[in-house]
C-alpha cells in the first residue's frame, strides 16, 4: 500500500483530492499496485469539509514530510517558503514529490533538482506550466532528442482575458480587470499576473526544459499589460493586430532569450484566436515544424489532471515499473548558457507618439528613427481624442534591437512638440523562429 500525503486544501488541493478518490480505479489499472490518501495537510484544516474520515487531517504539513510511512507528498500549498521546507525535507527523506508551485520552481528550482537527483526520487511538476496542458511531458519526452527553435505562447489566463475584453468590449484596462476579479478569473491582489510574474515563471521553466539550461527567472525580461491602453488595443487592431501577452523563449546566434510582454500579434497568427482564460503554446522545432497545445491554463480541475498524471508516474517510479520517469523528474537543466539582454533582443516595434499638429515634428521624429537605423514599416496619423489636442502618430517599424529603440524614444520624448511619453510594444512577425 502506497501512502499519499496532501500538503494544502485550497482549490487545487481539494480538486485533487477529489480527483484522486473519484477516479481511484482508473488510477489503479495503470499502477497496479493498491494506494490511498492517508494525510492532508492545511492550516486551516477546522474549515475544511472532509467526507472520506479515515483521512487523517493535521494543520501541520511537516508531519507529513516526517512521517515515514508516507511515501508521496504532493505540496499544493503555493509561496516559497512553507513549500521550500516540505519540499527539501521531504526529498532529503527520500519522498516522491509533486508540487504545482511555478514560483518555487522558478526560483529555487536548481537547488530542488539537484536533491531530488542526489535522492533518486521522482519530482513531478506537470502542473506548474499551464494546467492541463502537458506541454512538460511533451518537451521532457516527446521532444526532447528535438532541437527547439522557440517557444511562444499565452500562458497566462488572467492577462488574455483582461486583454480580450478590452478589445471585444471596448473598455479600459481597470474595468476589464474588475470583471476578470468577479469571475474569479483575477485574484484580490492581481499584480503577480498582470505584471507578468507568473508568465515569467512559466517561460523560465519551459526555457530550461528545452535548452537543458539552469532557471533563467532572474535574467527574464517581465513586462505586464498594466500600460496597454483602449488606444492601443483599437490601433492595433486598425493594422491588422491583436494584442496579446506573451512568453517567448528561443535559441539565436548561441545566445537564449527568455522574456514576456505586451506583443502585437498577427490577425492571421493562431495565438490572435485564442480567447478568455485559455492558455496555448507554440512549439518550433527543426524537424517537426510547429506543433501548438491549447487549453484551460489555470482552475481546480485543469490543474488537479496534470497533478494526478504526476501521480501515475510517482507510483510507477516507487515500484520500479517505470524508470524512464525519471527523464521528466530530472529533467531540469544544468548548462550555463548566457541569457540574451532584453535591449539586445531584436523585434519590430509598435510606437505609440502623441505630437502637436505643427510643421516639422513628423521630419524630426523621422530622423531620430533614421539616425538610429529604424526604417518604418507603416505608419498611420489619427484624429485627437476631444480633451488632446496632440495627434496620435502609431508606427511600425523593421527589426531591431531594443537598445536602439529605447535610445529613439529618449530623444523623442525630448523634442518640445512630442508628449513626453512614447508607448512601444513588441510585434510578433510570422517568419520569426
Do not use: W
Request: proline share 3%; with cysteine.
Amino acid at each position: 500500500m502506497i501512502k499519499i500525503g496532501i500538503c494544502g486544501l485550497g482549490t487545487v488541493g481539494q480538486s485533487s483530492l477529489e480527483h484522486i478518490i473519484k477516479f481511484k480505479n482508473e488510477i489503479r489499472s495503470n499502477v497496479n499496485v493498491d494506494f490511498e490518501v492517508s494525510h492532508v495537510a492545511d492550516l486551516a484544516i477546522e474549515s475544511k469539509k472532509l467526507t472520506n474520515h479515515n483521512i487523517i487531517a493535521t494543520n501541520n504539513a511537516m508531519d507529513l514530510v516526517k512521517d515515514p510511512e508516507i511515501s508521496i507528498i504532493i505540496e499544493l500549498i503555493g509561496g516559497t517558503t512553507a513549500a521550500l521546507e516540505i519540499i527539501t525535507e521531504s526529498l532529503k527523506n527520500k519522498k516522491h514529490v509533486i508540487t504545482a508551485n511555478k514560483a518555487l520552481i522558478a526560483e529555487h528550482g536548481n537547488e530542488i533538482f539537484k536533491l531530488a537527483r542526489e535522492s533518486n526520487s521522482f519530482f513531478g511538476f506537470e502542473a506548474s506550466v499551464a494546467g492541463a496542458i502537458p506541454i512538460v511531458k511533451v518537451l521532457t519526452q516527446s521532444m526532447s532528442n528535438e532541437k527547439i527553435f522557440s517557444i511562444s505562447g499565452i500562458i497566462n489566463g488572467t492577462c488574455n482575458y483582461v486583454l480580450d475584453q478590452m478589445s471585444n468590449k471596448k473598455i479600459n484596462f481597470e474595468t476589464a480587470l474588475k470583471d476578470a476579479q468577479k469571475l474569479g478569473y483575477a485574484e484580490a491582489d492581481p499584480s503577480f499576473d498582470i505584471g507578468g510574474n507568473d508568465a515569467a515563471h512559466k517561460i523560465s521553466i519551459l526555457s530550461s526544459l528545452a535548452y537543458k539550461i539552469g532557471l533563467p527567472y532572474k535574467e527574464t525580461y517581465i513586462e505586464g499589460i498594466k500600460n496597454i491602453t483602449p488606444m492601443d488595443i483599437k490601433f492595433a487592431d486598425e493594422l491588422g493586430y491583436t494584442i496579446k501577452h506573451i512568453g517567448v523563449t528561443r535559441e539565436l546566434d548561441k545566445l537564449i532569450e527568455c522574456r514576456v510582454h505586451p506583443t502585437l500579434v498577427p490577425k492571421n497568427n493562431i495565438l490572435s484566436q485564442v480567447h478568455n482564460v485559455m492558455n496555448a503554446i507554440l512549439v518550433k522545432g527543426e524537424r517537426f515544424g510547429t506543433s501548438m497545445f491549447y487549453g484551460h491554463g489555470a482552475g481546480g480541475d485543469a490543474t488537479a489532471s496534470a497533478i494526478v498524471a504526476n501521480l501515475v508516474e510517482a507510483i510507477n517510479f516507487s515500484q520500479e515499473i517505470d524508470k524512464s520517469n525519471l527523464k521528466i523528474s530530472h529533467s531540469i537543466g544544468t548548462l550555463n548558457r548566457k541569457i540574451k539582454n532584453i535591449e539586445q533582443v531584436e523585434s519590430s516595434f509598435y510606437l505609440r507618439i502623441h505630437a502637436k499638429d505643427v510643421p516639422g515634428v513628423m521630419a524630426e521624429i523621422t530622423n531620430i528613427l533614421a539616425n538610429e537605423k529604424i526604417s518604418i514599416e507603416a505608419v498611420s496619423q489619427h484624429e485627437p481624442e476631444e480633451t488632446d489636442s496632440l495627434i496620435p502618430i502609431v508606427m511600425i517599424t523593421n527589426s531591431v534591437p531594443g537598445l536602439c529603440i529605447n535610445k529613439a524614444i529618449d530623444k523623442i520624448q525630448l523634442l518640445k512638440n512630442v508628449d513626453d511619453k512614447v508607448n512601444s510594444i513588441r510585434v510578433l512577425k510570422l517568419n520569426e523562429k
